[in-house]
């Protein structure tokens, strides 16, 4: 018996099997938990309705999060399954590609800028606040989300995102507050850099890749199942006590200095 055993969860993002949504999919099926899905267009359907049967579900539910209408259907739709709902996963995240390329002041533009706080920060209070009354009724509700680094520090070429993921923490923050008297946790996750199809978007996405692996005190970057374990507890009654936080799952990449740099004379004693 997994530590989510009895738990239902319903799952944003999920676009391929190396999606960290995916992770988390993969982690609270193996603990337990019944799971449901959605897929952002067409395109994503069969591909999403096929990982779902990998986790013995048959709710896979279309959603834009950009549309309230939409989401409301999300959640009146699953009402005809489920009569709660104890967890939300949320792992979706979008800026235009061009924002994310060059110097983050030549590329900005109101539009671009409003796109991706829309998407990767909004969508969260939206689909916190449409799904709070499915989730009042579950004992120990808790929702995810994802954030990265580049909500506080400064990366080349995350430009726009970074702002968008600083605006997700606050969020995540705020939302704690506000659901915490309903008995509803909020936390996010700030994961190191995985190969996702997200990811392919940022330029110098390799070199990023293999500076954190140069530079994290476990000389590695870390994996979707990592992820999705430490999603799975923050999501369980392990982790009830838990709200209102910014979890670092990165190898411990955020605690660096200049350990670990190319430049090895660094930390060499004298003789």
Not at 199 to 213: P, Y
Request: charged share 20%; with cysteine; glycine share 10%.
């Amino acid at each position: 018996m997994g530590f989510l055993t009895g738990k239902r969860a319903l799952i944003f993002g999920v676009a391929s099997n190396r999606s960290i949504a995916w992770g988390i999919a993969k982690a609270m099926h193996r603990e337990g938990a019944e799971l449901a899905f959605t897929y952002m267009g067409e395109r994503l359907h069969e591909r999403v309705e096929k990982l779902a049967g990998e986790c013995d579900s048959d709710i896979v539910i279309p959603c834009d999060v950009e549309n309230d209408e939409q989401i409301e259907a999300v959640f009146d739709h699953l009402d005809d399954f489920w009569d709660r709902l104890d967890i939300i996963v949320h792992c979706v995240a979008f800026a235009p590609k061009e924002m994310l390329e060059g110097d983050y002041l030549d590329n900005i533009s109101r539009e671009g800028f409003n796109t991706a706080h829309e998407i990767s920060s909004y969508s969260l209070a939206a689909i916190a606040k449409a799904g709070r009354h499915m989730m009042q009724e579950s004992k120990d509700a808790a929702i995810i989300t994802m954030s990265y680094l580049g909500a506080v520090r400064a990366f080349p070429g995350y430009n726009v995102m970074g702002l968008a993921k600083a605006s997700l923490e606050a969020n995540v923050r705020y939302l704690a507050h506000s659901l915490g008297p309903e008995g509803i946790r909020v936390n996010a996750i700030s994961a190191g850099p995985i190969k996702t199809l997200s990811a392919k978007g940022i330029s110098g996405f390799n070199r990023i890749l293999e500076h954190v692996e140069q530079s994290a005190p476990l000389h590695r970057n870390v994996t979707i199942d990592e992820v999705g374990n430490t999603a799975a507890f923050l999501c369980s009654s392990l982790a009830s006590g838990i709200t209102g936080e910014i979890i670092y799952v990165d190898g411990g990449y955020h605690t660096a200095g200049l350990m670990g740099t190319e430049d090895k004379s660094l930390s060499q004693k004298p003789g």
